[in-house]
């Protein structure tokens, strides 16, 4: 039987996996950026398609990073493989949205072909994503399990649901107030996207030019 403590413990898990994944919905990054741009350019469900894009990459990394941990924090080369892949394709995606056209608002228009994968790929090539579970997410799940198994589970569970739903909220936002947006306007927010992809792909390649310094290649 599950004492209370181990319920305070389990309780506290999915408190905080509730609150940080809305913090981590709603923050700026590549991946709010795809769901913006995917709505923007595609309509609602290829926004919500896109805003699912956690629960099939974060969902592997949580069971992944309870073992990698202690590895992925001595091994800086597999950051920086998926950092610079990162760098390359946010900075084509971006230079894509200068391209794009407003959506068909016909609601049962199917989205565009590729909204999920592209979500899939922005996430599973933010190094950002890694750092947190393999260093944060991770060891914090571990020690949680030693005293109650279910305590990191209910911690994954909640964090990615909240996340998905945080970002799918972002994307019926946007969707609704598209009616009253010109074409001229969504050029321009997709625009406005397009430098922000690029300007996280300039970030991504910092970080990759500290990695490489830190290996000790440069």
């Given at each position: 039987?599950?004492?209370?403590?181990?319920?305070?413990?389990?309780?506290?898990?999915?408190?905080?996996?509730?609150?940080?994944?809305?913090?981590?919905?709603?923050?700026?990054?590549?991946?709010?950026?795809?769901?913006?741009?995917?709505?923007?350019?595609?309509?609602?469900?290829?926004?919500?398609?896109?805003?699912?894009?956690?629960?099939?990459?974060?969902?592997?990394?949580?069971?992944?990073?309870?073992?990698?941990?202690?590895?992925?924090?001595?091994?800086?080369?597999?950051?920086?493989?998926?950092?610079?892949?990162?760098?390359?394709?946010?900075?084509?995606?971006?230079?894509?949205?200068?391209?794009?056209?407003?959506?068909?608002?016909?609601?049962?228009?199917?989205?565009?072909?590729?909204?999920?994968?592209?979500?899939?790929?922005?996430?599973?090539?933010?190094?950002?994503?890694?750092?947190?579970?393999?260093?944060?997410?991770?060891?914090l799940m571990a020690s949680a399990a030693d005293e109650e198994i279910l305590a990191p589970i209910a911690y994954a569970i909640t964090f990615l649901v909240t996340i998905m739903l945080t970002k799918a909220t972002i994307a019926y936002a946007i969707h609704r107030a598209s009616g009253n947006i010109s074409a001229t306007v969504y050029r321009r927010?997709?625009?406005?996207?397009?430098?922000?992809?690029?300007?996280?792909?300039?970030?991504?390649?910092?970080?990759?030019?500290?990695?490489?310094?830190?290996?000790?290649?440069?």
């Amino acid at each position: 039987m599950v004492s209370y403590l181990e319920t305070d413990l389990i309780l506290g898990l999915a408190i905080a996996g509730t609150t940080l994944g809305i913090v981590e919905g709603i923050k700026p990054g590549p991946l709010l950026t795809m769901v913006i741009r995917e709505t923007l350019s595609g309509g609602l469900r290829a926004g919500l398609w896109t805003a699912a894009a956690p629960i099939f990459t974060d969902g592997p990394l949580v069971i992944f990073s309870l073992f990698a941990a202690a590895w992925i924090a001595t091994n800086p080369s597999a950051l920086l493989v998926i950092t610079l892949a990162g760098a390359i394709f946010l900075a084509q995606m971006g230079y894509e949205c200068f391209g794009l056209e407003p959506p068909n608002m016909d609601e049962d228009a199917p989205p565009p072909t590729g909204s999920f994968l592209r979500g899939i790929i922005t996430n599973l090539l933010n190094p950002n994503v890694y750092v947190f579970w393999f260093l944060i997410g991770g060891p914090l799940m571990a020690s949680a399990a030693d005293e109650e198994i279910l305590a990191p589970i209910a911690y994954a569970i909640t964090f990615l649901v909240t996340i998905m739903l945080t970002k799918a909220t972002i994307a019926y936002a946007i969707h609704r107030a598209s009616g009253n947006i010109s074409a001229t306007v969504y050029r321009r927010l997709l625009a406005i996207c397009g430098i922000v992809m690029i300007g996280f792909s300039l970030y991504y390649a910092i970080q990759a030019y500290s990695l490489l310094q830190e290996i000790g290649i440069l």
